[in-house]
């Protein structure tokens, strides 16, 4: 207890006590002044019919989307690439695709607001290529689109995490496997498809719950990016639990997508990690 | 490349190489680009930006460097920066260690209790918690205070700390602790003599992790902090954008020295931010 004490004593302090406290809050209507009026699941079924949760919802289930589909696997073929030697200098590649991850996502916010702004640097590259010097990138004002610079922006900055993840595993393969294998004349796609693939296949369980946990977690770079907007077409679940505390001072409301946010990453991951579990024992 | 590579790349086929090098080769021009613009950039005066946005500089100029500096008021940003990152790793070092210890080595079914509490704690970020933390420092009083700021950056970076920790102490062979209690050393001795020692390279990898979550938050401060005296330079950053909007030499100049010091954390300690985030991979 003398060990463990100190630390758990700042754990439960910051991180249980104000969860629980905005649990209380969330059944409540409260502007931060007087006292909390008890309201019952108002705030919940408000959220529920609320376009513009939905909206967020679908914008966070795209940046999974793109994880699984884009920085998953491409991760794990350029870890690959690297792990196989398949180019010279492996350590400058891996270096120079890991540094985006190291980044403030402020300022690489601030940076792709300028590539994608209507006359941002995208903007200037296609009005030099089509002779249109006034031309006016405009993806933001579609609804379905304007999350879309934004997928490309997590492509950039994260794709490294994954590739770094599958290099760690990949370099726990015994390396007299993938000998013997190349001396019984296996070719290249057969080491890749029947040795390497199936000792991963946990590892992207892993990383999969990983891009779960991480889209409904941050929203920093896509605040100071688009706030979200225009209106609300590029809001995720994160900015859209800002904008209803912060903008209207609504904190019983606020508190209560709070909750839903932190429910959604506490329960999606634990029952992810167990179905992961279950499968990685039949397997 | 080392000697039995000839052997082995023989006998991969041409389509799969050029391939290999296409992928590779392409994601690293993909990533390379907005930095080398950014870096450009910000050399650049703004007369030449507005003309072209992508065209590099036909004058280099340092302006930008010196204007970003001084108005954005850099000199206070980096000194509170550097305060919190630095007095946050400490601290963390110093609580996730004795307690990865207990948890690792002292086996109870209260320890275990307790570590599996800690780990729910690596689902909670400072983001997703912003509205609960935001509304308990109101009514502490501790919101625009630097107390406010550094205690829970020490509370949210000790979870991962505590399972970096766990994760590598209980690798210390336990007849070492063993053939310790025979001597007559307790637990406190043990900590002291064998697993602070011992514990040095996660201690490391702790600390570079907790330096660099702390220097690129940004929320919890700019959500707390209406004193621009307790502002860190992330935030500093931000505002910067909103001052002067199209003057985009500045912003990039502001962008370059608020990535420095990570930059620098890169070239030295590359190797211990990698193991971090590959294991904060497989907490899940």
Redesign the interface.
């Known amino acids: 207890m ?3 004490g ?3 004593f ?2 439960a ?3 249980v ?3 629980l ?2 649990l209380v ?1 969330s059944f409540t209507e409260w502007s ?1 002044v007087g006292w909390p009026r008890f309201v019952g699941f108002e705030n919940y079924s408000r959220m529920l019919s609320d376009p513009v949760f939905w909206h967020s919802l679908r914008n966070n289930a795209l940046i999974v989307l793109v994880s699984l589909i884009g920085q998953i696997p ?1 991760g794990f ?2 870890a690959y ?2 792990y ?5 200098l492996p350590a400058f ?1 891996e ?13 690489v916010g ?6 994608f702004a209507p ?3 995208i903007a ?2 296609i009005g ?1 290529i089509q002779g249109l010097p006034l031309f006016e990138l405009l993806i933001f004002n579609s609804k379905s689109m304007a999350i879309v610079p934004y997928l490309i922006v997590i492509l ?1 900055m994260y ?3 994954y590739m ?2 599958f ?3 990949l370099q726990k393969i015994q390396s007299e496997t ?2 013997a294998a ?1 001396l019984d ?1 296996a ?3 057969g080491i890749l498809i029947k040795i390497v693939m199936p000792g991963q296949i946990p590892v992207f369980l ?2 999969s ?2 891009a779960i ?1 991480g889209s ?5 770079l896509l ?2 990016m688009t706030e979200g907007g225009p209106s609300y077409y590029s809001s995720v679940l ?1 900015l859209y ?2 904008e209803s ?2 903008s209207y001072y609504k ?1 019983g409301f ?2 209560a ?2 909750i839903m ?2 429910l959604l ?2 329960v999606v ?1 634990v029952v ?2 167990q179905v ?1 579990e279950r499968l990685a024992r039949e397997t | ?2 000697r ?2 000839p ?3 023989a ?3 041409w389509p ?2 050029i391939a ?2 296409v ?3 392409g ?2 021009v ?3 680009c ?2 080398v ?2 870096l450009y950039t910000s050399f650049k005066s703004q007369s030449e930006i507005m003309r ?3 065209a590099p500089p036909l004058v280099w100029t340092l302006d930008n460097y010196r204007n970003a500096w001084e108005l954005g008021e850099f000199s206070g940003l980096f000194f509170n920066s550097f305060l919190y990152s630095t007095v946050t790793t400490v601290i963390v070092i110093l ?2 260690v ?2 990865g ?3 690792a080595k ?1 086996p109870s079914r209260k ?1 275990r209790l ?1 570590y599996s ?2 780990l ?2 690596l ?3 400072i ?10 420092e ?1 009514w502490l009083g501790l919101d625009n205070t630097r107390l406010g700021i550094l ?2 950056y ?3 970076n ?2 991962f700390a ?1 399972y970096l920790a766990v994760a590598y102490i209980r690798g210390i062979h336990d007849e070492i602790i063993e053939a310790a209690k025979l001597d007559g050393a307790n ?2 001795g043990i ?1 002291r003599q064998i697993i602070l020692p011992m514990a040095r390279p996660i201690i490391t990898t702790i600390a570079i992790f907790t330096f ?1 979550a702390c ?2 938050e ?2 919890l401060v700019y ?1 707390i902090s209406s004193d621009s005296s307790i502002r860190t330079v ?2 500093g ?2 505002l910067l ?1 909103g001052r002067l909007a199209f003057n ?1 030499g500045f ?2 100049a502001a ?1 370059v020295i ?2 420095l010091p ?1 930059f620098i ?2 070239v030295f300690f ?1 190797r211990h ?3 971090g ?2 294991m ?3 907490k ?1």
């Open positions: 003398l060990l463990t100190p630390a758990l700042v754990y302090l910051v991180i006590l104000p969860v406290y905005s809050l931060g491409l073929f350029l690439i690297l196989r030697r398949l180019v010279r590649f270096a120079v695709i890991f540094f985006p991850t190291l980044l403030s996502p402020v300022v601030l940076l792709f607001a300028v590539v006359v941002g640097l200037d590259l030099k950039w794709t490294g995490i770094i993840i290099l760690a595993n993938i000998e190349v004349g070719s290249e796609w892993t990383t719950i990983y946990a409904l977690k941050g929203f920093e605040w100071v994160g639990m800002i505390t912060f904190y606020g508190s997508v709070a946010l932190i990453s506490v991951i992810l990690t992961a | 490349m080392s039995q590579s052997s082995v790349r006998i991969v086929p799969f190489r290999a090098w992928i590779l080769f994601f690293t993909f990533t390379i907005p930095l613009w950014v072209s946005l992508i609580l996730s004795s307690a210890f207990a948890f002292i320890t307790w509490f800690f729910v704690g689902l909670i970020t983001s997703s918690s912003i509205v609960p933390i935001f509304v308990a109101t205690i829970p020490v509370a949210f000790i979870s505590v637990y406190l900590y660099h220097w690129i940004y929320v959500m992330q935030v950053v931000s954008n985009y912003l990039f962008i608020a990535t990570l954390l890169f590359r931010l990698q193991a985030f590959s904060g991979s497989m899940g």
